[in-house]
């Protein structure tokens, strides 16, 4: 029940009405007895200065953000966490004294959805497909969780060089490997843990796929697609019937919001927990 004591979450972004944010949140709230309640905000362009403001006047405990401000909103925080910053993107916003701290949950729930599936980056030679904002973001993270290698392969060969020079100098090491997405066939012979960063193949585009060679997905052991929308990518599809296992960008989405929640709340949420919200998300997506 709201009342007096109820502490406020929310959402900014532009849009936000098909956020599935709130399905994870009030329903981990409800599971912990948290007197809390999660929100959507629409900020139009130019506002995220003032909204941020707003909130921590407003007393607002914590907030996601979401797309096209995840880069802007850095401007208007009194710290940014030491990944976050690197990537230069944030999608979550802890209250501390005098303003908001800025976290990148997506890339700590993607490596939270690994571990929960058992799969490793440390140690790991690695195939990156893309070298847009997301694909530069997981670039990081295996840098940091330590992948012995990653070939990035981008369709603008360049975008994947800039990348690559970047994070191998904060990671002080040749740890990324820019590649031409059409010299795929170059790649060692071996097979390797494959994260899909394009956006090729997201609904309504449900059967494209980045590389349509049967053969490249003889080199793939484990395939997460970022995308979830649909359920099931052409690229898991090739994956699966090259004898791999697949995975697709869903339990991210879980577990970037896990990690806010915990942030939030100072707590722990178990896997029971994690597996409502997560029924709640696919309930909110009609799937
Ligand atoms: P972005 O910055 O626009 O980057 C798009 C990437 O896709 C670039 O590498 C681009 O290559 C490549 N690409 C686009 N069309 C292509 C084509 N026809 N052939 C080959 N490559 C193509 O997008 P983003 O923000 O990184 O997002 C990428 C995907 O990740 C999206 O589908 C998004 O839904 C997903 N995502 C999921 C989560 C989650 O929580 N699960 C979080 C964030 C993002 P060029 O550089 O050559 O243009």
Same mark, same amino acid.
Request: cysteine-free; glycine content about 6%; aromatic content about 6%.
């Given at each position: 029940m709201i009342d007096g004591k109820t502490r406020t979450c929310g959402l900014i972004g532009n +849009? &936000? %009405?098909?956020? *599935?944010s709130p399905a994870i949140h009030n329903t981990l709230a409800d599971r912990r007895g948290h007197n809390l309640v999660y929100v959507p905000f629409l900020v139009e362009e130019g506002r995220v200065g003032d909204a941020i403001k707003g909130a921590y006047a407003l007393n607002i405990l914590g907030m996601n953000v979401t797309v096209p401000y995840k880069s802007e909103v *850095? #401007?208007? =925080?009194v710290e940014v966490d030491q990944l976050a910053a690197q990537i230069g993107a944030v999608n979550t916003l802890v209250r501390m004294d005098g303003g908001y701290k800025g976290y990148n949950t997506d890339m700590l729930g993607l490596y939270r959805a690994m571990t929960e599936d058992g799969v490793? @980056? #440390?140690g790991e030679e690695m195939i990156l497909l893309g070298a847009g904002g997301a694909a530069r973001a997981v670039a990081y993270l295996c840098a940091s969780k330590g992948a012995a290698k990653v070939y990035m392969l981008n369709r603008t060969f360049d975008k994947a060089k800039t990348v690559a020079e970047e994070v191998n100098r904060a990671a002080e090491r040749e740890v990324i490997v820019p590649m031409l997405?059409?010299?795929? $066939?170059? =790649? +060692?012979d071996k097979r390797f843990l494959a994260i899909?960063?394009?956006? &090729? $193949? =997201?609904a309504p585009h449900d %059967? #494209? &796929? &980045?590389? %349509?060679? #049967?053969a490249f997905y003889q080199k793939i052991h484990t395939g997460y697609d =970022? @995308?979830?929308? +649909?359920? %099931?990518t052409r690229f898991m599809r090739m994956v699966r019937q090259a004898g791999g296992e697949a995975y697709n960008g869903l339990k991210m989405l879980l577990y970037q919001g896990i990690i806010a929640y915990e942030l939030w709340n100072q707590v722990e949420i178990t896997k029971e927990d994690a597996q409502a919200a997560y029924a709640s998300m696919k309930e909110a997506m009609g799937i």
């Open positions: +849009p &936000v %009405e098909h956020t *599935m *850095m #401007e208007s =925080l490793q @980056i #440390e997405l059409s010299d795929y $066939g170059k =790649l +060692p899909q960063g394009t956006s &090729v $193949g =997201l %059967e #494209e &796929v &980045v590389i %349509e060679d #049967e =970022l @995308i979830y929308r +649909p359920f %099931e």
